[in-house]
């Protein structure tokens, strides 16, 4: 099938949509003369502002309920694609124009498998068994602000000290043990994470003996990206933050508490991760992230 007008409905939390963008790689790959539109959220939509091979992207605002949600279907039928590609919704992609649509795997039919997988699995019949690339995208201008901000040097630690609830979130006082007993090890701690983030960012550069570059509540997705491609490794909580470094090519460990490693551990073949048995993230100790990060470093090394 030929195809030059393409639209993906892509997921709305920045890891989700992160875990996507393999699906648009393939596309672009399969279609390289496509251009391929976008359905996301306010919150991720700038993840995808500088794609080369990206045309409109519709954002939908949550806030503006039902109304709003019947006003960007409206928009969206203005244009008869040549396929339709819904990886959020189970009903959107039946009431949109196309000549081909595909849509997301049940739930129920992929507990077993990576989002990722579970992504890819739905336009396997059109694209075949492509491999699953992260793609995420910064200009000139985000490397250039991230470069003027921050100049630091040296081996760095990137961390994520955030979560999208608390039952998510390490508790702050580990996170300053971890960072001490790395000292002679790293150069540098830089911080990453929304504006949501900037009090635990400020408790923790004031207890860490390293070097603290606080990045929090300061840049946009690509610029934050941007900042991620100058570290070395990445520590955090289960977060899209996990997911970006994966995509700037970081190990990465991710301490789970609640939630499913197989499912949404970081898409990479450096990706590592610790979760105590319970699923508490209070049951993971300094002294088990410390002995793997030393280890990962030790690695990093010899290579």
């Known amino acids: 099938m030929y195809a030059t007008r393409i639209l993906v409905i892509t997921l709305s939390n920045i890891g989700d949509a992160i875990m996507s963008t393999p699906?648009?790689?393939?596309?672009?790959?399969?279609?390289?003369?496509?251009?391929?539109?976008?359905?996301?959220?306010?919150?991720?939509?700038?993840l995808y502002k500088s794609c080369p091979y990206i045309g409109h992207l519709?954002?939908?605002?949550?806030?503006?309920?039902?109304?709003?949600?019947?006003?960007?279907?409206?928009?969206?039928?203005?244009?008869?694609?040549?396929?339709?590609?819904?990886?959020?919704?189970?009903?959107?992609?039946?009431?949109?124009?196309?000549?081909?649509?595909?849509?997301?795997?049940?739930n129920v039919s992929t507990l077993h498998m990576h989002s990722v997988s579970k992504h890819m699995a739905a336009i396997r019949t059109l694209v075949g068994n492509r491999a699953a690339n992260l793609e995420l995208w910064a200009n000139a201008q985000d490397q250039h602000i991230v470069d003027t901000q921050f100049p630091c040097a040296g081996r760095l630690l990137a961390v994520g000290l955030g979560a999208n609830f608390s039952g998510k979130i390490w508790p702050l006082a580990r996170?300053?043990?971890?960072?001490?007993?790395?000292?002679?090890?790293?150069?540098?701690?830089?911080?990453?994470?929304?504006?949501?983030?900037?009090?635990?960012?400020?408790?923790?550069?004031?207890?860490?003996?390293?070097?603290?570059?606080?990045a929090c509540g300061n840049l946009s997705l690509p610029q934050s990206y941007a900042l991620l491609k100058r570290c070395h490794f990445y520590l955090g909580n289960d977060s899209g933050l996990g997911h970006m470094a994966a995509a700037a090519g970081l190990p990465t460990l991710t301490l789970f508490g609640p939630g499913s490693p197989v499912r949404y551990l970081p898409w990479s073949r450096q990706a590592y991760f610790i979760q105590d048995p319970q699923q508490s993230i209070f049951g993971i100790t300094v002294?088990?992230?410390?002995?793997?990060?030393?280890?990962?470093l030790i690695q990093a090394g010899r290579q």
């Open 23 to 46: 699906v648009l790689a393939a596309l672009h790959a399969h279609y390289p003369e496509a251009c391929i539109d976008l359905v996301c959220d306010v919150r991720s939509s700038a």
């Open 58 to 106: 519709f954002e939908r605002d949550k806030t503006h309920g039902w109304m709003g949600y019947l006003k960007l279907i409206v928009l969206l039928r203005q244009t008869r694609y040549d396929l339709i590609v819904d990886l959020r919704t189970d009903f959107l992609v039946h009431l949109l124009r196309a000549k081909q649509k595909f849509k997301k795997k049940s």
């Open 175 to 214: 996170y300053v043990a971890v960072a001490n007993a790395l000292s002679g090890q790293v150069d540098g701690v830089v911080l990453l994470g929304g504006s949501a983030d900037r009090a635990l960012a400020q408790q923790f550069s004031a207890q860490v003996r390293l070097p603290v570059y606080n």
């Open 287 to 296: 002294e088990s992230v410390v002995e793997k990060l030393q280890a990962l």
